[in-house]
Nanobody
Framework: QVQLVESGGGLVQAGGSLRLSCEVS????????MGWYRRAPGKQRDLVAH???????NYADSVKGRFTIYRDNAKNTVYLQMNSLKPEDTAVYYC?????????WGQGTQVTVSS
């Protein structure tokens, strides 16, 4: 059974940093492109960064230059380093495969950036 567990969110002031982690169980990690998504209050869930199994990376324009996605295939974990955070980054952050699988959605981790 596949399970994705996000962690690392919290409350931070604008300009601060957080690192999110997503541990994946179920023997799928090494084969999948993995992504970080976020859902801000009142908005749809959007993909903000993804990384292929070979390390090709893409970012949404809104986070380019501030966020870094990377993966540790040995630990079945994908990370999102978030720097220079802005209040508009406030959202629940989720990881999933790209394209997403509905069965993989976890609880997410809340990131709140105060101004």
């Amino acid at each position: 059974q596949v399970q994705l567990v996000e962690s690392g969110g919290g409350l931070v002031q604008a300009g601060g940093s957080l690192r999110l982690s997503c541990e994946v169980s179920g023997n799928i990690f090494s084969r999948k492109t993995m992504g970080w998504y976020r859902r801000a209050p009142g908005k749809q869930r959007d993909l903000v960064a993804h990384i292929t199994r070979l390390g090709w990376i893409n970012y949404a324009d809104s986070v380019k230059g501030r966020f870094t996605i990377y993966r540790d295939n040995a630990k079945n974990t994908v990370y999102l380093q978030m720097n220079s955070l802005k209040p508009e980054d406030t959202a629940v952050y989720y990881c999933n495969a790209v394209p997403e699988y509905s069965a993989y959605w976890g609880q997410g981790t809340q990131v709140t950036v105060s101004s």
